[in-house]
Antibody
Framework: EVQLLDSGGGLVQPGGSLRLSCAAS????????MGWVRQAPGKGLEWVSG????????YYADSVKGRFTISRDNSKKVVYLQMKGLRVDDTAVYFCSKDLAGYSTGWYGGDSWGQGTLVTVSS | DIQMTQSPSSLSASVGDRVTITCRAS??????LNWYQQKPGRAPKLLVFAASTLLNGVPSRFSGSGSGTDFTLTISSLQPEDFATYYCQQSYSTPPTFGQGTKVEIK
């Protein structure tokens, strides 16, 4: 059974940093791209970032480019989202997600999702 | 970026009703279209991928259709557990983008 466990959220001041983690199990982790999708309170879904199975290719939404960094450790089966320069409008629940197709270069849709971790940016 | 527009934004329906949600892409996306269901406080759940393929375990009352720019998600007979918000998402190009959501409420 595929399981994704998101962690690392919390309250941070504007301009601060946070690192999210997503621990995976139940599938061949290195064969699948992974992504992060966020949802601001009461709002819809927004793709944030994606990474290929090997970690060689990374992609970012324009809203986070230059501030967020996605990475993965295939030996530990964990994907990370390093967030710097956080802004109030980054406040959201962040979900990690497994790409539905193996060997894709990026995240194009998720067939499994973590439970989400809440990031609150406020002074 | 490809814009995805869903309609309606919300609807009220009764158990047993047939419900149709539409999704329109700003550019042609062939059949690169996914549908998700999300309940309050929960992660999204993939229902349909490639416009019309049901994920294993998804009830057959759900169906997806369309290609190009216009897509539909149909629930043939609404069940109590189907009251939720539904999102379409294009997987044709980066960035992957979502529709704004359609909330299905109890009449």
């Amino acid at each position: 059974e595929v399981q994704l466990l998101d962690s690392g959220g919390g309250l941070v001041q504007p301009g601060g940093s946070l690192r999210l983690s997503c621990a995976a199990s139940g599938f061949t982790f290195s064969s699948y791209a992974m992504g992060w999708v966020r949802q601001a309170p009461g709002k819809g879904l927004e793709w944030v970032s994606g990474i290929s199975g090997s970690g060689d290719s990374t992609y970012y939404a324009d809203s986070v480019k230059g501030r967020f960094t996605i990475s993965r450790d295939n030996s530990k089966k964990v994907v990370y989202l390093q967030m710097k320069g956080l802004r109030v409008d980054d406040t959201a629940v962040y979900f990690c997600s497994k790409d539905l197709a193996g060997y894709s270069t990026g995240w194009y849709g998720g067939d499994s999702w973590g439970q989400g971790t809440l990031v609150t940016v406020s002074s | 970026d490809i814009q995805m527009t869903q309609s309606p934004s919300s609807l009220s329906a009764s158990v047993g009703d047939r419900v149709t949600i539409t999704c329109r892409a700003s550019l042609t996306i062939a059949s690169y279209l996914n549908w998700y269901q999300q309940k309050p406080g929960r992660a999204p759940k993939l229902l349909v991928f490639a416009a019309s393929t049901l994920l294993n375990g998804v009830p057959s009352r759900f169906s997806g259709s369309g290609s190009g720019t216009d897509f539909t998600l149909t629930i043939s007979s609404l069940q109590p557990e189907d009251f939720a918000t539904y999102y379409c998402q294009q997987s044709y190009s980066t960035p992957p983008t979502f529709g704004q959501g359609t909330k299905v409420e109890i009449k």
